[in-house]
């Protein structure tokens, strides 16, 4: 079955940039999103069909796909972006990757 | 405003069955494929079942299958999850969700809207 792969965690400084990467076969025929949920929340969606930032989501949260691997990238990184996040394609059905912790500090 | 809003969870014992169900409002249901994701306490997202707008595509992860019904009435504003035979493993927060409606070549493209979930404790 298909699989999305994303790093455990990651830990970035106030004002920094965050990357968090999710791998894959294939990528190029798929389209990724991305979510964000904060400890106790929903999820939210932040980045859909790679690169496109729903309405209220704020510029410093972008996405990109490459190779075998999309990317979200986080500009200017703020404590309260600290999260698990998400990303998400297609195969034959929905398929999620393992959630990546965002830390702040 | 766009809401979701699940009800049905609580605590069953295994083998036992729930009906979920989720009241949308904001918007119209029928413009809208719509899933049900559920997360285990302190894991990840599980995808677990997709419905069309009109039900005639359905679809369902293979860890749920011939033991969940997901189902919707449009008139209603409704989307169900009828869960049978139910497992320990099935213990989680069930949220429902709403899928951007797809664009020329592109027909999967993000889920924009999640309700608050509702909580299925499988325990005996």
């Known amino acids: 079955s298909y699989e999305l792969t994303q790093p455990p965690s990651l830990s970035v400084s106030p004002g920094q940039t965050a990357t968090i990467s999710c791998s894959g076969d294939n990528l190029e025929n798929r389209y990724f999103s991305w979510y964000q949920q904060k400890a106790g929340q929903s999820p939210v969606l932040v980045i859909y069909?790679?690169?496109r930032r729903p309405s209220g989501i704020p510029e410093r949260f972008s996405g990109s796909s490459s190779g075998d691997t999309a990317t979200l990238i986080i500009s200017e990184t703020q404590a309260l972006d600290e999260a698990d996040y998400y990303c998400q394609a297609w195969d034959s059905s929905v398929i999620f990757g393992g959630g990546t912790k965002l830390t702040v500090l | 405003e766009v809401l979701l809003v699940e009800s049905g969870g609580g605590l069953v014992q295994p083998g036992s069955s729930l009906r979920l169900s989720c009241v949308a409002s904001?918007?119209?249901?029928?413009?809208?494929?719509m899933h049900w994701v559920r997360q285990a306490p302190g894991k990840g997202l599980e995808w677990v079942s997709g419905?069309?707008?009109?039900?005639?595509?359905?679809d369902y992860a293979d860890s749920v299958k011939g033991r969940v019904t997901i189902s919707r009435d449009n008139a209603k504003n409704s989307l169900y999850l009828q869960m049978n035979s139910l497992r320990p493993e099935d213990t989680a927060f069930y949220y429902c969700?709403?899928?951007?409606?797809?664009?020329?070549?592109?027909?999967?493209?993000?889920?924009?809207?999640w309700g608050q979930g509702t909580l299925v404790s499988v325990s005996s």
């Open positions: 069909q790679d690169i």
């Open positions: 969700t709403r899928e951007i409606p797809p664009v020329r070549d592109i027909p999967h493209r993000g889920f924009d809207s």
């Open positions: 419905i069309t707008w009109n039900s005639d595509a359905i």
């Open positions: 904001g918007f119209r249901l029928t413009d809208y494929a």
